[in-house]
């Protein structure tokens, strides 16, 4: 009898193990399981190998916009998830990204591109990168509502040492958040060739241009080689995908697009550094900005042009007289002839509001025409003397300073500051 009571009790202590053997295993699974998942949500964040990435301008920036990023090993089946903003729960789509690889100074990335069309237009999006390993995070979209905007205008950012460009940058983001797009008017970087100068200029502008597109202009310095001879400007128009214009031969080269009551023209004036390699340059882009311009019908047009239509003289250089540069000479006539109202320049590092001009002299129904300074640390101190269509001109010796352009139906509104947003200037256009 005893002999059976125990038997008994064996038989439960071993089921009683196996049990606890069975829940300890299943607990080891499920914890494994759980644990994996959680890798993989993390894997999933991070999508390593994504560098700076980006938005740009549409033509219609309504319902479209492109997305750029690069890697230094090619991805697997890249692209771009987006959804409207918040809505965690709801539908997402995917764009497919063309991916190609791009070597320039010796070293070799690829960039990708995911054009984004027929979105909701004026809403707010969130987007992400994704790929076959998984997906990056989420940054803020917001496409263009038709009405009134705000946008940052940052002068020539070259440098030898981006520290200054990063910090003038990240602070005009953070004191005006409503800025929906931003302008680089030229002369990103020093050297068009030299990858560190870009990989400096895009680590600058990092938390801004993924959730803010950029409008970069053109300027002499991206068309220079590491040896500082002219070049076509490769790295400028593979890092940035701007609207096409229907060239064949100058793609890219120059550009429009709208936002708001604004069309923007985005000009090349290298024509003098260009000519041996682009001889038809200038007069088909005369042609396409006759048609550019009567084709919109925004109340407002704005040129952004990179080398400035005033000459200046120089102190010490007496051959040098007051008037107008090359470019003013080609540009101004037609500027007057198609209603341009607002144009921005570059390239002299000093910032000039020179009121209002029309037939080459100060007229109350011309364009108003605004130099608008230097970001970067190249600077000239003392370098011109005033022109006479001078009606502002920036403290001396010259500092870096950005600005901020407020458009709505009745009127644009530009104003400029130092870099700790000490206000310089106010000019505005009115119908």
């Not at 202590?13 to 494994?32: E, S």
């Not at 033509?59 to 690069?70: I, P």
């Not at 690889?101 to 960039?111: K, R, Y």
């Not at 080398?307 to 037609?334: A, C, V």
Request: aromatic share 12%.
């Amino acid at each position: 009898m005893a002999n059976k009571e125990n038997g008994r009790k064996f038989t439960r202590y071993k089921l009683l193990g196996i049990a606890a053997g069975v829940f300890i295993a299943v607990g080891i699974v499920l914890a494994g399981l759980w644990a994996a998942e959680k890798n993989c949500d993390a894997a999933v964040q991070e999508l390593p190998g994504v560098k700076f990435v980006r938005q740009v301008v549409s033509q219609d920036n309504q319902t479209g916009r492109t997305v750029m990023w690069q890697t230094e090993k090619p991805m697997n089946a890249p692209g771009v998830e987006y959804r409207l903003f918040g809505d965690g729960a709801g539908d997402s789509k995917k764009v497919a990204a063309k991916a190609e690889n791009f070597t320039d100074d010796g070293v070799t990335v690829t960039l990708y591109t995911a054009e984004l069309t027929g979105l909701p237009q004026g809403k707010q999006l969130e987007y992400r990168i994704i790929g076959s390993d998984g997906a990056g995070p989420w940054h803020s979209l917001q496409l263009d509502a038709g009405k009134g905007f705000s946008a940052l205008i940052f002068p020539d950012s070259q440098s030898n040492n981006y520290s200054g460009w990063k910090s003038l940058a990240q602070g005009a983001a953070e004191r005006h958040p409503q800025a929906e797009f931003f302008i680089n008017m030229g002369d990103l970087v020093d050297n068009g060739e030299d990858h560190r100068q870009w990989t400096a200029w895009l680590d600058s502008v990092e938390g801004i241009i993924d959730r803010i597109p950029v409008a970069p202009v053109m300027g002499n310095h991206e068309t220079y080689n590491m040896d500082w001879k002219v070049r076509q400007p490769a790295a400028y128009l593979q890092e940035f995908a701007v609207p096409g214009n229907g060239s064949s031969q100058y793609n890219r080269f120059y550009y429009s697009y709208d936002y708001g009551p604004v069309h923007f023209i985005v000009l090349n004036t290298q024509q003098g550094e260009l000519e041996e390699l682009s001889p038809e340059l200038l007069a088909e882009q005369i042609a396409w900005f006759r048609r550019d311009a009567a084709a919109s019908a925004k109340p407002w047009k704005v040129v952004l042009m990179h080398k400035d239509p005033l000459q200046y003289r120089i102190h010490n250089r007496p051959e040098r007289t007051e008037g107008f540069s090359e470019e003013g000479q080609i540009w101004m006539p037609l500027f007057d002839e198609v209603g341009i109202d607002a144009v921005l320049s570059a390239h002299l590092h000093t910032y000039r509001n020179r009121g209002h001009i029309k037939n080459f002299q100060h007229a109350a129904d011309g364009p108003l025409y605004i130099l608008t300074g230097v970001a970067g640390n190249v600077r000239y101190p003392g370098l011109w003397i005033d022109h006479a269509l001078d009606e502002y001109v920036a403290p001396q010796p010259e500092t870096d300073n950005y600005m901020v352009m407020e458009a709505s139906q009745e009127e644009l509104n530009f104003f400029a500051y130092l870099s700790d947003g000490t206000l310089l200037d106010h000019a505005v256009v009115k119908h």
